[in-house]
């Protein structure tokens, strides 16, 4: 057995990483509420004690899981992008088994749609914003946050249609086939403006004076705004 995400042989992991391994691949294919400790205990060649030792709980292993794969993705981003990745087949190869692993687990993470999922995706969004802050300044957004958001939902969105994305190219996007389609088909996307900067502008113009012509959003009951000055404060 090998390890999923490159490096040493399964076997030389120390027992809290082939726990973690065995716990990623297992969620990827049941979820969470399908993989049991038992399973995850089995597939990792421990015991179910050694498991809760570890992680305490099923729950907080699923967010050591989410913790370590995002974080893996990210720095693969990196290798990728920063570090010259994209053009050496090699890496590229190498790492493709780990990408189809953090695939299949963010996929299902987001059909389950468990609340683990939801901070997943803020994690996600929080992370993107950063390394396009510390990577990418030339981009210019008025708002970054939701440049972030939007980026995360459309990449995440390919996964929770992963049924139907991969009807449409006759290939399963989560396979090594379809991936390969799936990834050209993004490095297509993202290398051709859609909107020339002139219509960009136009756009960004056109939205300003929507904004300018929206009410004033009501403060909600009970916030902080509503009622300073009332009689309330003043009746202690």
């Known amino acids: 057995m090998t390890h999923p995400v490159g490096g040493p042989a399964f076997e030389d992991l120390t027992a809290r990483a082939r726990i973690r391994d065995a716990a990623l691949r297992l969620f990827a294919e049941r979820g969470i509420e399908g993989a049991t400790i038992r399973d995850i205990a089995k597939e990792a060649g421990v015991s179910s004690g050694l498991v809760r030792h570890h992680f305490g709980s099923k729950h907080a292993l699923r967010d050591a899981c989410d913790a370590y794969m995002l974080e893996r993705l990210m720095r693969i981003k990196e290798d990728a992008v920063l570090k010259g990745g994209m053009a050496d087949p090699g890496m590229l190869l190498n790492l493709h088994p780990t990408v189809l692993l953090g695939y299949?687990?963010?996929?299902?993470?987001?059909?389950?749609?468990?609340?683990?999922?939801?901070?997943?995706?803020?994690?996600?969004?929080?992370?993107?914003?950063?390394?396009?802050?510390?990577?990418?300044?030339?981009?210019?957004?008025?708002?970054?946050?939701?440049?972030?958001?939007?980026?995360?939902?459309m990449q995440s969105g390919l996964l929770v249609m992963h049924d139907h994305v991969s009807r449409a190219l006759g290939a399963d996007i989560l396979g090594p086939e379809g991936n390969l389609r799936l990834i050209g088909a993004i490095v297509d996307f993202y290398s051709h403006a859609l909107l020339s900067p002139e219509l960009a502008a136009q756009a960004h113009a056109a939205l300003d004076q929507l904004r300018a012509q929206q009410p004033p959003t009501a403060a909600e009951p009970g916030s902080a705004g509503e009622g300073a000055g009332d009689d309330r404060g003043d009746s202690r």
């Open 104 to 153: 299949r687990y963010f996929a299902r993470a987001m059909v389950d749609g468990s609340p683990g999922a939801a901070s997943t995706f803020d994690d996600m969004v929080r992370l993107t914003q950063e390394w396009l802050a510390a990577n990418d300044k030339d981009h210019v957004t008025a708002d970054p946050q939701g440049y972030a958001a939007v980026l995360v939902a």
